[in-house]
């Protein structure tokens, strides 16, 4: 009886994950990654670009953002929220750039990463000046920013030289908000 029920696990979990029939060991023994190889998901677990400025459904991910910015009280909790955009905006940016080749659409969304960063800096800042405690949302917003950082100078290897300067305008952005966060 036991053999059964032994075999019968086996079997179910063997349909259930077909995947461990096709596992293999990786040859790959470079195990190292490059500067240059940076993991988005990584970085900004768990979200995603999904759908970008120029898809037919960007206007209901906008409107969903908006519910979620007017269900955000209090200045911390914004500045957290619009720290959030500005990343999933930075997943845009990456996905139109390297993955559309959709230049102009990216040069928009930069825009608009920009300005939910600015956003997030000036209400972090005015909850300080209000002696607020911000130093969850400012340790968040500062390792955003690396990270965002990180992303832009890739997306910044991988492009042509004359879609390069909005970048730079990007990341000089970033190091004033660095210096003067804390």
């Known amino acids: ?9 086996i079997l179910t979990s063997l349909l259930i994950n077909p995947g461990l029939l096709l596992a293999q060991e990786s040859n790959n023994t470079n195990t190292a990654t490059s500067s240059a190889d940076i993991d988005s998901y990584a970085l900004f677990w768990p979200l995603v670009p999904g759908k970008t400025m120029g898809d037919s459904m960007y206007s209901l991910k906008l409107f969903k953002e908006w519910i979620g910015d007017f269900f955000s ?16 905006r930075a997943l845009e940016i990456q996905k139109l750039y390297l993955e559309n080749k959709d230049y102009l659409n990216g040069k928009k969304t930069l825009e608009q990463n920009t300005i939910y960063q600015k956003k997030a800096f000036d209400l972090i800042k005015k909850a300080e000046k209000d002696q607020q405690k911000v130093d969850s949302a400012k340790g968040r917003f500062a390792t955003s920013l690396e990270n965002q950082q990180k992303l832009f100078k890739l997306v910044q290897s991988k492009i042509p030289d004359d879609e390069k300067g909005e970048f730079n305008k ?13």
Do not use: C, H, Q
Request: aromatic content about 14%.
């Open 1 to 9: 009886m036991k053999n059964i029920f032994a075999v019968v696990l």
């Open 73 to 88: 009280f209090g200045d911390v909790k914004k500045a957290e929220y619009y720290t959030i955009i500005s990343e999933k």
């Open 170 to 182: 990007a990341m000089e952005n970033i190091k004033l908000y660095v210096t003067l966060l804390p």
